[in-house]
């Protein structure tokens, strides 16, 4: 429940936060984050090691750096969405397209929820998994491991990577 800035820096440890408005960041060596029903300017996550789950979170940014753990993300709304995870998927459901998202993680599946009727252009890669899409995509360029191209009639950019596992992008 506070409202303003937040920092939590743990060495080792659990973090949860709920209900809270206004700049979040997180800092931890190990140990998972929790968060749900946050409205938010910015949150920013750094992670050694622990998985991040989120649920109702309302931001302008969202940037998470999880050296290993997964991440997983319902109804999230946000302008501007960055991953980066070394290890460990990522499943994130979206209310809305974000104006800029860049998604990159070295080992584990990428899975996002668009709702129905969305419009972006894609550009994704993997070095080892599939590639799979739920909307109807017009191709740009398509090549055995990465699809670029657009949904509905085309938009902001959604950039995927996964050094090893598939990319998904699912309708809701």
């Not at 800035?5 to 080792?12: F, H, I, K, N």
């Not at 946050?38 to 969202?62: F, P, Y």
């Not at 397209?97 to 070295?106: A, E, F, Q, S, Y």
């Amino acid at each position: 429940g506070t409202k303003g800035r937040l920092v939590v820096d743990a060495g080792s440890g659990s973090v949860r936060v709920e209900g809270a408005e206004g700049e979040l960041e997180i800092d931890t060596g190990s140990g998972s984050t929790n968060l749900s029903d946050l409205k938010m300017t910015r949150i920013v996550i750094d992670a050694g090691s622990g998985g991040l789950t989120a649920r109702g979170v309302t931001t302008e940014r969202l940037s998470a750096d999880i050296g290993s753990g997964s991440i997983s993300i319902e109804g999230l709304s946000t302008d501007e969405l960055l991953m980066d995870t070394g290890s460990g998927s990522v499943r994130v459901e979206l209310t809305k397209v974000p104006r800029r998202t860049n998604i990159d993680t070295g080992s584990g599946s990428v899975t996002i929820t668009l709702p129905a009727g969305s419009n972006a252009e894609l550009d994704l890669d993997t070095s080892s998994g599939g590639i799979s899409s739920d909307f109807p995509v017009t191709m740009n360029d398509v090549r055995r491991r990465s699809m670029r191209g657009k949904i509905g009639d085309g938009g902001p950019m959604i950039r995927v990577s996964s050094g090893s596992g598939g990319v998904r992008i699912l309708r809701r």
